[in-house]
C-alpha cells in the first residue's frame, strides 16, 4: 500500500559517522554510517567489535552510549524547482539530537517517537550534520532503569531481567531529503462516530492542507463511500474484527489533492473496557467502589483477551521492521491469541506492527514508554512527554487494532511509585482524550483487582501456579510467566561451548540471564534448584533442559486454562512474555529470539485455543497410589454455542491408562464455560516419569487436552 | 476587598417575570421579580404560595419548573461615550436560557456556573428578555435524580433523601447592565510554581488585556514583590495553612492598568494527594497496585483530614451567599474541622464559601456537579460540561483553601454505572490539568481503599458503628453518618402541631425525611424501630428526640475517633453530611438549617479536637454486672510532641463511680497516636439509664472524653 506521490522527490543520502568525546571535540575519524541504524552497530562494523550476542561479548559496547556520535552528509544538488521546497525530513533519532548545516545548529531536538523535518532548499552542497547526544542517565542514579526516569526513552535496554544492558543511539528511522510542491497533500486523516447500535459511521477524512476528495473502496477495489471536507455517513460499515471473532476486514482510503494520491487501509471498529458481569457488587458498608473495567468489547460483543506481553523485538530499534515483526505477529495469531500488550519498557514499534495486526486481527494494547521508574512531575520531562505522546498517539490512532492505551508498566507499585496523581500520567489521559477519545485508556497495569506474577513455577513458600492461580481472584492477569530453559540447539549457538555445561553464575549463562536475572529471586531464570528439587540432578544439558521446559509448559497450560475458568470475573490473560530481544539463556518468553517458537508456545497455543475441554488440576507431582482428582471444564470464548458431548478423562503413565471417568456435557452458549464434575482415580503404580492426564472430548476431539505431570518414586 | 474601577458604572435592572406554557406563548401576567433569585421565589410572593418549609406545603412547588419563565427588563438608558462598550453582564441562569433583545434571540446558553455576556450599548430602550427554559428531564425517567443525568444541573433539586424534590429555576446570580471603557482591565490572574523545598515561588501575574503592573501586599500593606508581565522569584513566601496546623495567611494582590485596580485576597501552598505510610505494600503474587493517595500533604506536611461533607445550603441557591455560608464555615471551624467536601450533588458555592475557606483556614474538596448518575459520553451533554467545568475551575483555583478536585458523588458504584473511562470524567481530568495541574483531581468517591456509608448506627445484621468501624479497614472514610431527630424546637416550626406526635410515615415527618427517605432503609431517618429496640416505647416527642440524638451524638464520637485510630493507614474522616437545605424532621446533619448545631456537632467537635484521650468501646448498652472493656489511646493530630502523663479512665452509672484503671502515657510525637492497653471493670449494678465513660487526661484535661453509653435493665 504506498502513496503516490508523483510529484516527489526523495533523495538518498551516504552518512558517516565520527564518535566525539565531548560536543565541541573536532572529528577525528569517520566511519561508515547505516541510516536507519544505530551508532552502536556502525561502530562494531568499523572497529571489529565482536557480536554482542555472543558469549559475555555485550560487555564489549559498555559506555558507547556515553559519547557524542557525529552523523555527517551533504545536502546533493536539489534540483530545486520553483514552488518547490525540500527538507531534510528524520524519522527518529534516539533519543537527543541538534541538527547542523553548513557547522550551525539550526535545530536541537528530544524524544525518538516524534519525527521533525528542517528546510534545506538554499543549502546544496552544504554538510548536514546529526549530533547524537550521550543517552539520557539520570544523576546519582546507579547502572539500571531508574537511569531512565526523566526521559522517553524506554527504559528496558538500561538493562532488564531479559535484556542486557545496551543503550541504543543514533538515526533510527527512515530519514533523508525530499523535494516537494509546496503546500502539497501531506496527510489524510480518517475518523469516524459509529452509532450506538452500530448501524452506520460518520466519516470524517480530514487532509492537510484541507480539501482533499476521498474514496472509501472495499476489497474488490469498489468504492463504497465518496467525500471531500464534509463528514459523509455510512450505513451499514462493515466492522473490523479480531480474527477469532470475525474477519478483520479493512477498507482502503484514497485522498486525493492536487497530484498527489494518499492511500491508506483503514478500518471500523468500536473497543471499550466495561466492567464484568457481577462486576458492580461491592459487598455492604463502608462500600469501595467496583473494579477498574477489565473487560474488552469489541464491536459490542464482550470478549476473553488471550495474548501476551510484546517486548522489545531486537536490541535495537532500527531493526524492527516487517521482517522481524510480522513472523511474530503470525505466531501470536497462530497461538490463538487476540491481544497482545505491547509493553511500556520497551519502543513503540513502528508502522510494520500495527500493519501486521491491523491484518491479522490481533488487538493490541499499547502502551506508552514508561516503566518501573517514578516519572517526575518535572516540566522538561512534561514537555517531551507531551510531544512525544502526541506524535505517538497521531500515528497509531489510525489502526483498527488499537485497544487500548495504557500509561506505561507496573507505576502504582512500590518499585515505582507513581500514583494517580502524578502529571504524566494525567498529561497522558489527556493527549489520547484529545487526540483518540473513543480508545479507552489505562494509566497502568496493574490497576485494582488485575494482577502481575507469578513469574514462577513455584514461589518461595511452595505454591506451584496451580494453587496460586487456583486461589487468586483477578479480573485480569495481565502478566504473568513460567520460566524455562532455550532449547539446546539455540544455547549452542550463544553461549560458548566451554561454559555450556553445568551452568554456572558468573559465566554467559548468566549475562544470557539464567542467574540472578530477577531481583526476587537470585535462582532466576533458570531455577535450578527448583528444577532439583522435582527431578534430582540432571545428567546433561539435554536433560536440564527437558526438564525445565516441561515445568515452563506444564505451568503456563494451567495458568492460561485457570484464568479462563475464572471467567466473567477474570477477562484477560496475558502471559510475560511473548519474545525477546536478544537470545536468552532461560526466561520467560514463549518465542526464542529472533521468532523461534519454544515448547511453551505450544501451551500457550492449546490452552488458548476458543474452546477446550480443560482439566483443573491440584499439583504437577504425585505418587504411584496417591488418589488423584481432576475438575473437567469446558472453556468457551467462541462466539458459536456447543453441542452436548461426552468428556472422558484418563491418567496415563508408563503405557498404563487408568480412567477417571466421564461426563455427560449437556452443550453450552457461545461464550460461556460450562463446569463439570471433580473426577477421580488412584495414581497408576508405575515408575518414576512422565504422568499424563489425557482429556478427550466429543463430539470433535479437537477440545481433547492433555498435561503432562509428573510421576515420583512411591 | 473590593475592586475599583472608577470608569465603570454599573446600572440596576427592574425585573418582571411571566410564566408561559411554552417557549412561544404570549406572556398574559406579569410578576416582580428578584434578581439573583428563582422563579419558584417570585412566583410564591406573587401567588402568596405557602412557604414550602412548611409541613407538606413543598407540594404546592411542584411541576413549576416544567413551565417556561420570561424575564423582562429595559434596557436602560446607558449615556455611552465614545470609546465605551455597554454590556449585559449575567452571573448565571439556572439552567438553561435564551436572551432576547426587542423580541430577537441574541444568544442562548446551557449551563448555570457559566457567567456570559452580552453587547447592548446601541440598544437603550428596548425590552430585554431572559426567557429560562424548563428543568432539564432525561425523556423516559422516572420522577429522581437520574433526569438530570445528561445535564449539569445538581442533581439534589430532583429529591434526596434529605433535600425535598423542588427544582429551582431562574437568574440565581448577580447580574446586570455594565458601562465600561472597551479594552480596560478585565481580570488578573495569579499563579506561582512553589520550590520543591518551599523556600521560593515562581510568581506570575496574567492580566486581560496584558500589562498591568502587580504588586503583592503583606497584612500591613506593604508591598513584598512587585511585578508586571514577566514572572517574579518571591523568596520565603508566607505560606497559608489549615487553620489547625498554623496562619491561613493571605497577601493581597494587586493589580493596575489604566484607572482600573483589582484586588484580590490571594495565598501561597501547596497541596498534594499521596500514599500513606505503609500502603506501598501489596501482597504477594498476583500483585495489583498501591491504594490510590488519599492523605492529604499540604506544605510538605501529611495531615489526618477532618471534616464533613458540605451540601446545598438553601434549596434556592440565589439565596447562596456570605449571610449564609459564613455562619456555617464558622461552625465547621470551631468544630475543629480542617476539610470541608463540597459534594457533587450540590452546587458549586458562590465565592463567599470560598473567600471565607480561605480566611478561615479550611481546606475544600470540590467536586464538580455529578451525583450518583451515569452521566452519559454524549457529545451535547460534554460540550457543556466542558465549558461549565472550565468555569468553575477558572474561578475556583484562586483560593489557596481548594485543596481537591473531584469528579462528583459516587460515580464508579452499581448506582450510578460510570467508570474510569467515562468521557465526561476523561474531560474533568484534563480540564483540571490544563487549568490547575497543581491540584490533585480525583474521578470519583469513593475511590479504591475509600469507604462510604454506613449511615446508620445499626445495621440490618445488628452490627452497630462500633463493630462497622472497628473492623473496617479504609483508607479514607469520607462519608459515614449517624442519623438523629431534630430538636423538639424546631421540629414545632415546620410540622404542624396535629402531626407532631407521634411521628406517622404519610405525615409532614415523611415530607421531611423522617420515613421512607433512604431508599436501602425504610425506618430512615427517624429510625422509630432501632430507638424502640434499645430504649422501649417513647412517651413523647421529648423523650424521643432526647434518644435518638444521643444515639446519633454517641455514634458519630465513635467513628470519628476510629477512624482517627487507624491513622496512618486512614487519614480522612468527613461524616455525612454538615449542613441541610430545609429542615429536616430527622437526617445526618451536625447543623440543621439554616445554621443551627445539633447534638450530633458537639460530638464531632469533641472528636475532632487535634489532641485528646479516646477509648475504643465494643458497643452501646450494657448490663448491670457484665464485664466492661475499653482501650485507651491518646490521638494526636496537632503539630506538637505531648508530654508524658496519665490517663484514667472511670465508668459512671446513677452517681456511682467505678474506676477502670490508669495509664501512664509515655508522651508522644507531633502527628502520632499513641495505643495504650485495654482496661475493664464490671458494669455498675445501677437502674436503667447512662452508662457514662469518662476519660481524664493529664497533664491537662483538656484532652479528656466521656462517652454516653446506656445502661440496661439487668
Redesign the interface.
Known amino acids: 500500500m504506498s502513496d503516490e506521490r508523483p510529484l516527489w522527490r526523495r533523495i538518498p543520502a551516504a552518512w558517516e559517522l565520527a564518535r566525539l568525546g565531548s560536543a565541541g571535540e573536532a572529528p577525528s575519524e569517520w566511519v561508515p554510517a547505516q541510516v536507519p541504524g544505530a551508532v552502536q552497530l556502525d561502530w562494531a562494523r568499523a572497529k571489529g567489535l565482536p557480536d554482542y550476542r555472543f558469549g559475555s561479548n555485550v560487555r564489549a559496547y559498555d559506555g558507547l552510549e556515553d559519547y557524542h556520535w557525529l552523523y555527517r552528509t551533504r545536502i546533493p544538488d536539489l534540483g530545486l524547482r520553483p514552488g518547490e521546497e525540500a527538507v531534510f525530513a528524520c524519522g527518529g533519532v534516539d533519543y537527543a539530537c541538534e541538527v547542523r548545516i553548513g557547522g550551525k545548529a539550526v535545530l536541537r531536538h528530544e524524544g525518538m517517537f516524534s519525527p521533525f523535518e528542517t528546510e534545506v532548499g538554499a543549502r546544496a552542497g552544504e554538510a548536514l550534520e546529526v549530533l547524537v547526544l550521550p543517552a539520557p542517565k539520570e544523576p546519582g542514579e546507579p547502572p539500571g532503569r531508574s537511569q531512565a526516569r526523566r526521559s522517553c526513552k524506554p527504559a528496558v535496554s538500561y538493562g532488564w531481567d531479559w535484556h542486557p544492558r545496551l543503550i541504543p543511539l543514533g538515526i533510527w528511522a527512515e530519514s533523508g531529503f525530499v523535494v516537494r510542491p509546496r503546500g502539497r497533500l501531506r496527510s489524510a486523516e480518517f475518523s469516524y462516530e459509529l452509532a450506538e447500535d452500530l448501524s452506520s459511521a460518520l466519516v470524517t477524512v480530514a487532509s492537510d492542507p484541507p480539501g482533499a476528495a476521498w474514496r472509501l473502496l472495499d476489497g474488490a477495489g469498489r468504492a463504497v463511500l465518496e467525500g471531500s471536507s464534509e463528514p459523509r455517513v455510512m450505513g451499514s460499515p462493515r466492522l473490523w474484527w479480531c480474527h477469532d471473532q470475525g474477519e478483520p476486514h479493512l477498507y482502503t482510503l484514497e485522498a486525493t489533492l492536487g497530484g498527489d494520491v494518499l492511500r491508506r487501509r483503514v478500518g471500523i471498529r468500536r473497543t ?4 464484568h458481569e457481577g462486576g ?3 459487598g ?10 477489565i473487560t474488552v468489547e469489541i464491536n459490542g460483543r464482550r470478549i476473553f483477551a488471550r495474548g501476551s506481553n510484546w517486548v522489545s523485538a531486537d536490541v535495537f530499534p532500527g531493526r524492527v521492521d516487517a521482517g522481524v515483526v510480522r513472523p511474530l505477529v503470525t505466531l501470536a495469531r497462530d497461538a490463538n491469541f487476540n491481544l497482545l500488550r505491547s509493553w511500556g519498557g520497551a519502543i513503540v514499534n513502528p508502522e510494520a506492527f500495527f500493519d501486521a495486526c491491523d491484518e491479522m486481527g490481533m488487538l493490541v494494547w499499547q502502551e506508552f514508554p514508561l516503566a518501573c521508574n517514578d516519572y517526575p512531575d518535572d516540566p522538561a520531562y512534561l514537555a517531551v512527554l507531551d510531544r512525544e505522546s502526541r506524535s505517538i498517539i497521531s500515528r497509531v490512532r489510525r489502526h483498527p487494532c488499537l485497544a487500548i492505551w495504557g500509561g506505561g508498566n507496573e507505576l ?3 518499585w515505582s ?1 507513581m ?3 502524578s ?1 504524566a500520567l ?2 497522558l ?2 493527549n489520547c ?2 487526540l483518540d ?1 473513543r480508545t ?3 494509566p ?1 497495569a ?10 514462577r513455577f513455584r ?1 518461595d513458600r511452595g505454591r506451584e501456579v496451580f494453587e ?2 487456583g486461589t ?1 481472584s ?1 479480573t485480569a ?1 495481565s502478566e ?1 510467566g513460567c520460566p524455562g530453559p532455550a532449547p539446546e540447539e539455540a544455547l549452542r549457538t550463544f553461549i560458548p561451548e566451554a561454559e555450556l555445561w553445568p551452568p554456572r553464575p558468573g559465566t554467559s549463562w548468566e549475562t544470557h540471564h539464567a542467574f540472578g536475572a530477577w531481583e526476587a529471586d537470585p535462582s532466576s531464570h533458570l531455577y535450578l534448584p527448583m528444577i532439583e528439587r522435582y527431578f534430582g540432578k540432571s545428567q546433561g544439558l539435554g536433560e536440564l533442559v527437558a526438564r525445565g521446559q516441561w515445568l515452563q509448559a506444564t505451568g503456563l497450560l494451567a495458568v492460561f486454562e485457570e484464568a479462563r475458568r475464572q471467567k466473567p470475573r477474570c477477562s484477560m490473560a496475558l502471559n510475560w512474555c511473548f519474545n525477546e530481544a536478544w537470545p536468552t539463556a532461560a526466561g520467560n518468553a514463549l518465542v526464542g529470539w529472533p521468532a523461534k517458537p519454544g515448547p511453551a508456545y505450544a501451551s500457550a497455543k492449546a490452552a488458548c485455543r476458543p474452546v477446550l475441554a480443560s482439566a483443573r488440576i491440584p499439583r504437577f507431582q504425585w505418587r504411584p497410589g496417591e488418589a488423584f482428582e481432576a475438575q473437567l471444564w469446558v472453556l468457551n470464548d467462541s462466539c458459536d454455542d456447543l453441542p452436548p458431548g461426552q468428556v472422558r478423562a484418563c491418567l496415563v503413565a508408563a503405557g498404563e491408562r487408568v480412567p477417571l471417568g466421564s461426563w455427560d456435557f449437556p452443550g453450552g452458549k457461545a461464550g460461556r464455560n460450562v463446569a463439570g464434575p471433580a473426577l477421580s482415580a488412584r495414581v497408576p503404580q508405575a515408575a518414576p516419569g512422565e504422568l499424563r492426564l489425557e482429556v478427550e472430548a466429543g463430539p470433535a476431539n479437537a477440545w481433547g487436552s492433555a498435561y503432562r505431570l509428573s510421576l515420583a518414586a512411591p
Chains 1, 2 share one sequence.
Not at 471499550?272 to 466492567?275: K, Q
Not at 455492604?284 to 473495567?293: D, I, L, N, V, Y
Not at 490497576?447 to 507469578?454: A, F, N, R, S, Y
Open positions: 471499550r473496557l466495561v466492567v458492580w457488587a461491592v455492604g458498608f463502608p462500600a469501595s467502589r467496583a473494579k477498574p473495567p502504582f507499585n512500590a511509585g500514583t494517580d496523581q502529571l494525567r498529561l489521559n489527556r482524550l484529545d477519545p479507552p485508556f489505562l497502568t496493574p490497576l485494582d483487582g488485575m494482577g502481575h506474577g507469578d513469574y514461589d496460586i492461580f487468586a483477578n492477569y504473568f
